[in-house]
């Protein structure tokens, strides 16, 4: 198909070449809880920013952080502390929140969980290897900070982050978007895996039809996260192959 200019668009890829129908050909990763623990540096952070940038201390006290989305908390944290929620103040609370969730991670001992590490390197070893993208509420340059300083930012092509919306369900939606534009072929639900640590994690992934995946190294027990009824629910991720997640 031409577009006004002449040019050729890149059509949806056919699936010649493709794994067959029915293995995954994404898998889209949380962060916090998932794939890292930064030791409270975003929680920490988040307090001290929002005092910085509007001098109003003690928001977060009775917060919950486990699988929320970042412009989420932000305006939970405006409504406790009596600040107009705008893109202004926005902008201004994660400009500090940026500079402060570096030094937080530094001088906390975080780190990849067990079997991180490992299943990333098998799922990027595999013959039809699936694209590995993130699907996190962080916003896209907090995801960086906190995944670089664990080497681990440049193992992921792409993600969904707290930047496309507030809602974790419509951050979903993008990631699955940007995973067909990556592999210039949309995807079908079942053919994306949602690795997360929440109920809010087997819920986005549900939204957009992927398997679910979750790991009890975060932000819920096992037998909660059991009661979501995800695809497969592990203590952590050293109890799965990448054979077994992605296999037809
Ligand atoms: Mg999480």
Known sequence: MADAQGKTKTAARPRVGHPACGAVRLVLFDIDGTLVSTGGAGMKAFGEAFEAAFGVGEVTGKMKFAGRTDYSLFREMCRHGG????????????SHYLRLVDSHIDVNRGGPFP??????????????????????GNIREGAKRKLGAYGLWDRFAFGGFSD?????????????????????????GPEIVVVGDTPRDVACGRHIG???????????????????????????LTHLSAVQICGP
Not at 83 to 94: G, M, N, Q, V
Not at 116 to 130: G, H, I, Q, S, Y
Not at 224 to 233: F, K
């Open 83 to 94: 600040i107009d929620c705008t893109a202004e103040t926005r902008d201004s609370f994660f």
């Open 115 to 136: 079997g991180v590490v490992r299943m990333l390197d098998e799922l990027a070893a595999l013959p039809d290897a699936p694209a590995l993208g993130l699907l996190t």
């Open 164 to 188: 496309d919306d507030e809602d974790r369900n419509l951050i979903a939606a993008a990631a699955k978007v940007r995973g067909g534009e990556y592999l210039e072929c949309p995807l079908d």
């Open 210 to 236: 992927a398997r679910t995946l979750a790991v009890a190294t975060g932000g819920a027990t096992l037998e909660a996260l059991r009661e979501c009824e995800p695809d497969w629910a592990v203590p952590d």
